[in-house]
């Protein structure tokens, strides 16, 4: 997918996801807040009516325009999915070690599988292509100004909400939103916090089992 359309449609996605917010809060205000002007009905049910129009909204855009643009919709991967190392089977390449910058998340395709590889030093680590929050990918969309984040304690940090996990184990350290992220991100953190109110928390990553061999990572991954 070119640069170009990708911001197009991040730009749709923001617009649209911010005319739901707008719908939402307005029917908010209006049952809270009616005012003395003469209605034909009463605020609290046009209210609701907004309300409810604010969601519906917010549900077909994840729905339409997400996966038109290959994103996959903002739902949790359940740690019950992650699939232990000693029942993945094939080995793969991942490519040479010297082509990954060092302590920088990129995405490789491995065996059909989205897969985040991050160099450190001599070694490497492999996980999930995509945060298991709300399966967006670590290491950020090309082109767009969400790029990956180095690491940094052995952990990786997702550069959309913020979770943070052990390489080593895929374990989650720090929850999406946390108020450190939120403070430091105004329109990821604390804004998108509002839009996600359905998905707050992040449970583990898969993690796969990483050998370099003659100067080429080799991932295990399933079949
Ligand atoms: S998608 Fe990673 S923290 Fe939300």
């Known amino acids: 997918m070119s ?18 917010l707008a719908l939402i809060a307005g029917g908010v205000i209006l049952i809270v807040s009616p005012g003395d002007a003469p209605t034909a009905s009463s605020g609290t049910v046009g209210g609701i009516f907004l309300i409810v129009a ?6 077909l855009m994840q729905m339409t325009v997400n996966p038109l643009l290959g994103i996959d919709p903002p ?4 740690a019950k999915n992650i ?9 793969a390449s991942a490519g040479p070690l010297a082509d990954y910058p060092d302590r920088v998340p990129q995405e490789v395709r491995i065996r059909s599988h989205r897969v985040t590889v991050v160099r450190d030093g001599d070694t490497a680590y492999a996980l999930s292509g995509l945060c298991p929050h709300a399966r967006l990918p670590f290491a950020g969309f090309p ?8 690491i940094r304690d052995e952990c990786i940090t997702c ?4 979770a943070r996990f052990e390489l080593g184990t895929g374990r989650v350290v720090r929850q999406p939103f946390s108020s450190e992220f939120n403070n430091d991100h105004p329109f990821l953190g604390r804004f998108q916090s509002k839009l996600l109110f359905f998905n707050q928390r992040s449970e583990d990553v ?8 003659e100067g080429e990572v080799m991932v295990k991954v399933p079949r």
Do not use: N
Not at 75 to 78: A, R
Not at 83 to 91: E, K, M, N, S
Not at 159 to 162: K, L, M, Y
């Open 3 to 20: 640069p170009a359309f990708l911001v197009l449609g991040i730009s749709i996605i923001g617009t649209w996801g911010v005319a739901s």
């Open 143 to 150: 082109g767009s100004p969400i790029q990956p984040d180095p």
């Open 206 to 213: 898969q993690t796969y089992p990483v050998e370099i061999d």
């Open 83 to 91: 699939i232990p190392h000693d029942r993945l089977q094939r080995w």
């Open 75 to 78: 739902l949790p991967i359940k």
């Open 159 to 162: 550069p959309f909400h913020g």
């Open 54 to 59: 604010g969601f519906v909204s917010g549900s």
